[in-house]
Every structure is written in C-alpha cells, then in structure tokens.
C-alpha cells in the first residue's frame, strides 16, 4: 500500500516535470542579439546604430549602443541569415553577414568601428550690395512716391496727409494749422526741404 502511494507521488512529479519543461519550452520562439561597440582601442563607442536584416524575408531589427557601447536587440526571428550592419557619423561602417540565430539563443556580437578621414572641400561666398541695408543709412525713413501720392485721399492736401506714413509720425491739428512730431519729439526740431530750400517756418 505504501509502496503504491510513493509510485504514485513519483509519477505525479516526473509528468509535473515534463509539463513544466514542454511549457517553457513551447514559450520560447524567439532569438534576440547583444555585444558591444569599440573602436581599434578598445574604447567603448556611444550612439552607433546595429541594424540586423533577416535576408529571406525583409525582417528588420534594430538598436542603439549606450554610454558603454553595449547593445541588445530582442524578440527576433530564429534562423537566418542575417546581415548586421553598424553604422555611427565620423566612423567607417561595420558589417557581418552570415549569421544564424538558434531557438532561445542569445547572439553576441563584438563591432570594431575604424574612424573615417574627411576631407573639406572649399565654399565659396559671394555676397551683393543691399539698397535696404547700407551703411551712410543711419536712421528710419519712408519713401512716399508719385503713386502712393496719387493714391492717398486727403482733403485739406496738407502736408500731414502724407507724414502719417511714417510710423514714428504724430500730426497734431488745431485752430493754428497742423505739427508734426517724429519719434515724440517737439515739432520744432523738424526740418523740411523742398527742392533743398528751408522751410521750417512756412509750416510752424
């Protein structure tokens, strides 16, 4: 009786075994990639790209390297083979091809990077005149044209009519006539040509 008893417990844990083994192994479907960017040195090289291509179907897989250079690409599809490029600015590009990933199986992959001479061809400038920006030009101005004249209505035709173009303009009107202030300064300050001739006190 007590024979049976321990047969029984001992075949209950061999098929709890085998269940527990089938399982995990039935979980497992993929392969994944790890290892480490350097250059000839030895020195651990941050920032390069790993991309890994599963020939036969397209499959694309990638990643980056850390601080350390280390890299780890997961979930990959098993078998192969794959081409396993790494690439970074400033290094020449490291390739492998060939390679089969196992069931469950963890791929490790060292890349050397070897640094790339650059040679900088010459950049020729060439700059033009501006009529906006020049150097005896040391102040805002406003050009007020035969068209915008034509253009602008005005009833007293005065000269005010024509200074609110100005931005930095303010036309005060009374009783006297009208001033002009630019830039919140006294009107006095002005001074108005025409042809070249004063006439500061034809308009006040």
Do not use: W
């Not at 920032?47 to 036969?56: K, N, R, S």
């Not at 150097?135 to 602008?152: S, Y």
């Not at 009783?175 to 500061?200: E, H, K, L, M, P």
Request: net charge negative; glycine share 12%.
């Amino acid at each position: 009786m007590l024979m049976n008893r321990m047969l029984r417990m001992l075949c209950l844990t061999l098929v709890s075994i085998l269940f527990s083994v089938g399982t995990s192994a039935q979980g497992v479907t993929t392969a994944s990639m790890n290892g480490q960017v350097m250059d000839p040195n030895g020195v651990a090289i941050a920032g390069a790209t790993i991309v890994a291509t599963h020939t036969p179907s397209g499959s694309v897989y990638g990643g980056f390297a850390n601080s350390d250079g280390f890299f780890r690409i997961l979930n990959m599809r098993v078998g192969g083979p794959y081409s396993v490029k790494v690439t970074l600015a400033g290094y020449e590009d490291f390739q492998r091809d060939g390679v089969f990933l196992n069931l469950g199986q963890s791929f490790r992959l060292y890349a050397t990077l070897n640094e790339t001479q650059f040679t900088l061809s010459e950049e020729l400038i060439t700059s033009s005149r501006s009529d906006i920006f020049d150097g005896n030009k040391t102040g805002q101005e406003t050009v007020v044209g035969e068209r915008l004249i034509n253009d602008i209505p005005t009833i007293s035709r005065a000269l005010g009519d024509y200074a609110r173009q100005n931005p930095l303009a303010s036309i005060g009107e009374g009783n006297d006539g009208f001033t002009i202030s630019i830039a919140g300064q006294n009107n006095r300050y002005n001074a108005i040509y025409i042809d070249g001739a004063v006439n500061n006190d034809a308009f006040g």
